[in-house]
């Protein structure tokens, strides 16, 4: 089966960009959840989607925002992009809220 | 708000020693645990989860971790490392289910052969 995929596998951006990231669960998983890892630290969280709904936000600014589909794929967006947003963005995908979370390889993104 | 601590940002080994990466987390209320291990370039794998029960837990590859209240420490073993056990190690703790995952900083773990 597959596991979690997201695309691209790797972005160059500049300041002042907008950056789309893209990311399909595992087949049955209902939620899903993207997290920040820059380089050196652990995962932070930012978004978890369930069902569509947003359930849970991180302590991040307004340029980022996310969106789920019907079919439970989903979508990260970064607005006006700073050098700080180099990180690795990871999607992670769970049957339901209650389960654990199965990690994507992530999009490396780089901003010049 | 929850938080994890581990102390150790690098730790080497011998192949086929003993392994123990520590963890200690921050929250009011029994928390989930976990931890997870990152290759260079991958995502995350899940080892093992605590969410209730029998205080030491199995995962694969050979790991276990015992949830110790008392110490709020979840510490991850291994009686026997392997080379193909070098990666970065993370604990992870959430306040219900799997899901908003509170990680620590990481250890990364170095095997001598």
């Known amino acids: 089966d597959a596991g979690v995929t997201q695309s691209p596998t790797h972005l160059i951006k500049t300041r002042g960009q907008q950056v789309t990231l893209r990311c399909s669960p595992i087949?049955?998983?209902?939620?899903v959840s993207w997290y920040q890892q820059v380089l050196g630290q652990g995962p932070q969280f930012i978004f978890q989607?369930?069902?569509?709904?947003?359930?849970g936000r991180g302590n991040f600014p307004d340029r980022f925002s996310a969106r789920q589909f019907p079919n439970y794929s989903s979508e990260l967006n970064v607005n006006a992009l700073l050098l700080g947003d180099s990180a690795l963005y990871l999607c992670a995908s769970s049957i339901d809220s209650n389960q654990p979370q199965h990690f994507g390889d992530g999009t490396r993104l780089s901003i010049l | 708000a929850q938080s994890v601590t581990q102390p150790d940002i690098h730790i080497t080994v011998s192949e086929g020693a003993s392994l123990e990466l520590r963890c200690n987390y921050s929250?009011?209320?029994?928390?989930?645990l976990f931890w997870y291990v990152q290759s260079p370039g991958q995502g995350l794998q899940l080892l093992l989860k605590?969410?209730?029960?029998?205080?030491l837990v199995q995962g694969i590859k050979g790991f276990e971790a015992e949830f110790k209240r008392s110490q709020s420490s979840f510490n991850l073993r291994k009686p026997s490392v392997h080379w193909s056990d070098a990666a970065e190690y993370f604990c992870?703790?959430?306040?219900?289910?799997?899901?908003?995952?509170?990680f620590g900083t990481g250890t990364q773990l170095k095997v001598e052969l």
């Open positions: 989607y369930y069902e569509k709904e947003e359930r």
């Open positions: 087949s049955g998983h209902k939620s």
């Open positions: 605590y969410f209730s029960g029998d205080t």
């Open positions: 992870a703790v959430s306040a219900g289910g799997g899901n908003k995952l509170t």
């Open positions: 929250y009011g209320a029994t928390p989930y």
